[in-house]
């Protein structure tokens, strides 16, 4: 897949887009061209002037990983916890009967590892600040990004 440079998209001001970062678990950000100025030549790096919240963490296991370790720094205690885990299969158990107790065992195993990766993720990331946002680190990481690819005219 090739990737392109914003301005290649020849965007108008007040133009919005859905842009779907990461297709595997399916992020969405809501972009709005707020303006757009003629630069220095041969600068081509975007520029945030605003924003709410913070992104959340790479691996984080999607939207769904995300808001499971929101709740889990929420609530306090271990996604892993075996009693969490053990009701979710039965719930899914009640909801569809038949399932051979080597598929239930198999759901028991990916949940627990996945719940046990939440846990991991969570405790080297330290606490997440979901409503957290900085103009000055947002800026700073489109510059470095933007240097990395050094976009062409």
């Known amino acids: 897949m090739r990737s392109k ?7 108008h001001r007040q ?6 970062c990461d297709t595997l678990d399916m992020w969405e950000w809501d972009v709005r061209v707020l ?5 220095v030549e041969g600068d081509y790096a975007p ?6 919240g913070v992104a959340p963490p790479e691996f984080c296991g999607g939207p769904t990983g995300y808001r499971l370790m929101l709740k889990q720094q929420r609530e306090g205690a271990a996604m892993s916890d075996p009693l969490r885990l053990e009701a979710g299969v039965q719930m899914l158990a009640e909801v569809c009967p038949g399932q051979s107790v080597r598929s239930w065992d198999l759901l028991r195993t990916v949940l627990d590892e996945g719940f046990q990766s939440i846990d991991r993720r969570l405790h080297e990331l330290g606490p997440l600040q979901p409503d957290r946002f900085s103009l ?17 005219p």
């Open 15 to 20: 133009e919005k887009f859905l842009y779907i």
């Open 35 to 39: 303006d757009i100025q003629d630069g």
């Open 5 to 11: 440079a914003l301005h290649e998209f020849k965007l």
């Open 136 to 152: 000055k680190e947002a800026n700073a990481r489109l510059s470095e990004l933007a240097q990395r690819w050094s976009l062409p």
């Open 47 to 52: 520029i945030c002037v605003g924003g709410r």
